[in-house]
Structures are given as structure tokens and as C-alpha cells.
């Protein structure tokens, strides 16, 4: 996190901790790009899961980081 603050390119820096053991760094940039392989994901629609639910099934089974794009609506 302390690297990722010093970093002028992150627009958006946050973290959640699930438990004491369990947590997420979420870091963003504003683009008008999206990467190609790179998921869009949203979390205004009524069937979308809340963003902090999303981010506690992302970080089970994963070992590194995780890239998406969410549209600036859904932030």
C-alpha cells in the first residue's frame, strides 16, 4: 500500500480488511481504454454483487493481482 500511495499514476487507492487475516488493496486509474482480456465489471445493475462481496470471492483461490475495468458510473 505504502508503494502504491507514493505512485502518481493511481488515481484511487482503498483497502478492506474481511478479517484479520483477509484483505484487499484495490488500486485505479481513470482510462478511456479498456485492455483487451481485461473484464468489465459493474455494480450498478440490481442483479450486480455488491463491490466488497466481489472482492472478497476474487481473493479466494487468487495469489496475485487481479485487473478490471469499472466503469466510472459504477465507482
Known amino acids: ?8 499514476s493511481i488515481d484511487y487507492l482503498d483497502g478492506i ?9 484495490c488500486s485505479g486509474r481513470l ?8 473484464q468489465i465489471q459493474r455494480f ?3 442483479t450486480d454483487r455488491w463491490f466488497y462481496l466481489h472482492a472478497k470471492k476474487l ?3 487468487t495469489a496475485g ?5 469499472v466503469p466510472i458510473v459504477d465507482y
Open 59 to 61: 481473493i479466494k483461490g
Open 17 to 25: 480488511m474481511y478479517s484479520r487475516h483477509s484483505g484487499v488493496i
Open 1 to 8: 500500500m505504502e508503494d502504491a500511495t507514493d505512485d502518481s
Open 44 to 46: 450498478t445493475r440490481s
Open 31 to 38: 482510462t478511456n481504454d479498456v485492455n483487451e482480456g481485461v
Open 65 to 69: 493481482p487481479v485487473t478490471e475495468a
